[in-house]
């Protein structure tokens, strides 16, 4: 009998990324929906990542990614939860998701990072998905965020973080400013 254990393949850091964030779910229309303000709901996403309803954690992460998926920053700068009947305002401490992990996957133009929140949001860095470093009061640090969906970011957390900037593939320190490459793009690593 052959042994067809040869033929098997370990996933990519890339592959492993998309299969933990489900990465065939995809996310309502909400930037369509033009449903009336009803007002807020005492929601709160800590700067951590954790959701609050009326003081208490939402522990169910399956309740907290549909409510993400239902996630819409307007031009007002409030982020609303919207169905295709009521817009509701909730609070956000910092930004609304965070991203938890990365991969980088080749590519002939370089290669391309691709980072999930820990809603299970998976995107490529680079054009339509640009980060930006924003200026930390508190540790006179920066801090970085990343487009994922609409004006929706989510902060990049500090473990991530770290591995990212210690990936000498993903970071260019000659240079007047270091900066942040994924393919083609490039992102200064300085506060806007």
């Excluded at 990343?146 to 000498?168: M, Q």
């Amino acid at each position: 009998m052959a042994d067809d254990s040869a033929d098997l393949v370990a996933p990519t850091a890339f592959e492993t990324l998309l299969f933990a964030a489900g990465s065939g779910r995809r996310a309502p229309p909400v930037d369509r929906w033009n449903p009336p303000s009803c007002g807020a709901i005492d929601i709160r996403i800590a700067a951590d990542g954790t959701w609050y309803h009326e003081g208490g954690a939402i522990s169910r992460t399956r309740l907290a990614r549909l409510f993400s998926s239902l996630l819409r920053k307007d031009d007002d700068g409030v982020t609303y939860l919207v169905t295709p009947h009521e817009k509701l305002a909730i609070t956000v401490d910092d930004a609304p998701l965070v991203v938890v992990d990365h991969a980088v996957q080749p590519k002939p133009e370089g290669p391309e990072l691709a980072l999930r929140t820990s809603m299970g949001d998976v995107v490529t860095v680079g054009p339509d998905h640009p980060v930006r470093f924003a200026f930390e009061e508190s540790s006179d640090g920066v801090k970085p965020y990343v487009l994922v969906r609409g004006r929706l970011e989510a902060l990049i957390d500090r473990s991530t973080t770290f591995a990212i900037l210690n990936d000498d593939e993903l970071i260019d320190w000659d240079g007047d400013v270091p900066a942040l490459l994924s393919g083609p793009s490039r992102f200064p690593i300085v506060p806007q």
